[in-house]
T-cell receptor, first 113, second 112 residues
Framework: GENVEQHPSTLSVQEGDSAVIKCTYSDSASNYFPWYKQELGKGPQLIIDIRSNVGEKKDQRIAVTLNKTAKHFSLHITETQPEDSAVYFC????????????FGTGTQLKVEL | NAGVTQTPKFRILKIGQSMTLQCTQDMNHNYMYWYRQDPGMGLKLIYYSVGAGITDKGEVPNGYNVSRSTTEDFPLRLELAAPSQTSVYFCAGRGYSNQPQHFGDGTRLSIL
């Protein structure tokens, strides 16, 4: 089955700096890659997603890049703010069969003042 | 719309007890999913459903059962609770046409 690895497990940045979280996947048939943000005591919230027919997608301060050849994708957050502090999860899925997601192990992002 | 609602939010069980974690959605989600999240780990899929009356196993189904008698509800049943089932459980739903999964706020379950 699919395996998703995520790095780093913890990331500390200064407010205003950029943060990058990287994920690799194993199954070349995966074609959908969402990123979720999880705040303490809450469920994961989708922040951005990308499909395999696109190499990059942006939404304000957040961007995701996908390299299908290398089977890795990354989340980029620019101009970080304290409210960006949370756990971020990447995931991958293969279309069909319920579109089951395989998650990475998460990155604890801390934005320091 | 309330989205995906899970009850209870917290529960403590004794070993060997049984319970049902409730999940209901009001977004006409066709697909529904149950995950467990252990400390420092990602979410692992327990069971999923592609529509009323249809369920299938995920990655970690042992010790759990599900049913999907209506589109709105997708309860998760633990028959004989074991300490290894101490976890945070999340329910999610999604519609057709490449829509993303939307998660509830979870049920934190401790088995002592």
């Amino acid at each position: 089955g699919e395996n998703v690895e995520q790095h780093p497990s913890t990331l500390s940045v200064q407010e205003g700096d950029s943060a990058v979280i990287k994920c690799t996947y194993s199954d070349s048939a995966s074609n959908y890659f969402p990123w979720y943000k999880q705040e303490l005591g809450k469920g994961p919230q989708l922040i951005i997603d990308i499909r395999s027919n696109v190499g990059e997608k942006k939404d304000q301060r957040i961007a995701v890049t996908l390299n299908k050849t290398a089977k890795h994708f990354s989340l980029h957050i620019t101009e970080t703010q304290p409210e960006d502090s949370a756990v971020y999860f990447c995931a991958a899925s293969i279309g069909g069969g319920g579109n089951k997601l395989t998650f990475g192990t998460g990155t604890q992002l801390k934005v320091e003042l | 719309n309330a989205g995906v609602t899970q009850t209870p939010k917290f529960r403590i069980l004794k070993i060997g007890q049984s319970m049902t974690l409730q999940c209901t959605q009001d977004m006409n989600h066709n697909y529904m999913y149950w995950y467990r999240q252990d400390p420092g780990m990602g979410l692992k899929l327990i069971y999923y459903s592609v529509g009323a009356g249809i369920t299938d196993k995920g990655e970690v189904p042992n010790g759990y059962n599900v049913s999907r008698s209506t589109t709105e509800d997708f309860p998760l049943r633990l028959e004989l609770a074991a300490p290894s089932q101490t976890s945070v459980y999340f329910c999610a739903g999604r519609g057709y046409s490449n829509q993303p999964q939307h998660f509830g706020d979870g049920t934190r379950l401790s088995i002592l």
